[in-house]
């Protein structure tokens, strides 16, 4: 049993940064864990933003390629996910996400899911 739990969203101005936090609660070693990223636009589908595997390595979607970094601190069972030179389209409820396996982490189905933090970037 893995519990998630995301923290830091909030309002920003376009061209803006802003860093949201997962902190992870299991019994199980947090390394056996991949984490990924997920947002939901009004009237949109969900999609991956990003993820990290348990040795570090990670993947992005295209649209945030060289804006958003993902790391981890596998001692405090927390992955960070950074996000620079935010624009509108980046207005999304941002979910952490948590599986032992990397397909279902990057293909839509993590297993764990926290409640989701709300990102509004508008001026």
């Known amino acids: 049993q893995v519990q998630v739990v995301e923290s830091g969203g909030g309002l920003v101005q376009p061209g803006g940064s802003l860093g949201l936090s997962c902190v992870t609660s299991?019994?199980?070693?947090?390394?056996?864990?991949?984490m990924g990223w997920y947002r939901q636009a009004p009237g949109k589908r969900r999609e991956l933003v990003g993820a990290?595997?348990?040795?570090?390595?990670?993947k992005y979607v295209d649209t945030v390629k060289g804006r958003f970094t993902i790391s981890r601190d596998n001692a405090k069972k927390t992955v960070f996910l950074q996000m620079n030179n935010l624009t509108p389209d980046d207005t999304a409820v941002y979910y952490c996400?948590?599986?032992?396996?990397?397909?279902?982490?990057?293909?839509?189905?993590?297993?764990?899911w926290g409640q989701g933090t709300q990102v509004t970037v508008s001026s």
């Open positions: 299991t019994s199980d070693d947090f390394e056996t864990y991949h």
């Open positions: 996400t948590a599986d032992p396996l990397w397909f279902r982490i990057v293909g839509g189905q993590p297993y764990y």
């Open positions: 990290i595997e348990k040795d570090g390595n990670t």
